[in-house]
C-alpha cells in the first residue's frame, strides 16, 4: 500500500483528520488535540495527499488512539533506541 503518512483522512467527503502513523493495524490520525485509530480495512482509496475511508466505529477509534499515545510515550532505553536504529524504525 502507498505511503499513508502525513495525508488528509476523508470520510463521507469531510476532512476527519491527518495521518501520522500507522500502528499494529490501524491508520492513527490527528483530530485536534486528540488522536484516533482507524482500522486499515477500513480505507477505501488512497490518493496523493488524501485517505478515503469507510466508516468506524468511532468509540473503538478513540480508545485505540488514547493507547497509542500511552504507548508512543513510553520513555525509551538506549538500549531500545540503539536495537530500532539496527530494526530501521
Same mark, same amino acid.
Given at each position: 500500500? &502507498?505511503?499513508?503518512? +502525513?495525508?488528509?483522512?476523508?470520510? %463521507?467527503g469531510k476532512i476527519v483528520g491527518e495521518s501520522i %502513523?500507522?500502528? &499494529?493495524? +490501524?491508520?492513527?490520525?490527528k483530530v485536534g488535540d486528540k488522536f484516533i485509530a482507524i482500522p486499515k480495512n477500513c480505507i477505501v482509496r488512497v490518493e496523493a495527499e488524501n485517505i478515503h475511508v469507510s466508516d468506524f466505529d468511532e468509540e473503538e477509534a478513540r480508545e485505540l488512539g488514547e493507547v497509542w499515545v500511552v504507548?508512543?510515550?513510553?520513555?525509551?532505553?538506549?538500549? &531500545?533506541?540503539?536495537?530500532?536504529?539496527? &530494526?530501521?524504525?
Open positions: 500500500m &502507498e505511503d499513508l503518512i +502525513c495525508k488528509y483522512v476523508i470520510r %463521507d %502513523d500507522v500502528y &499494529e493495524n +490501524c491508520l492513527i490520525v504507548e508512543k510515550s513510553k520513555p525509551v532505553s538506549l538500549k &531500545e533506541l540503539e536495537r530500532m536504529k539496527h &530494526e530501521g524504525v
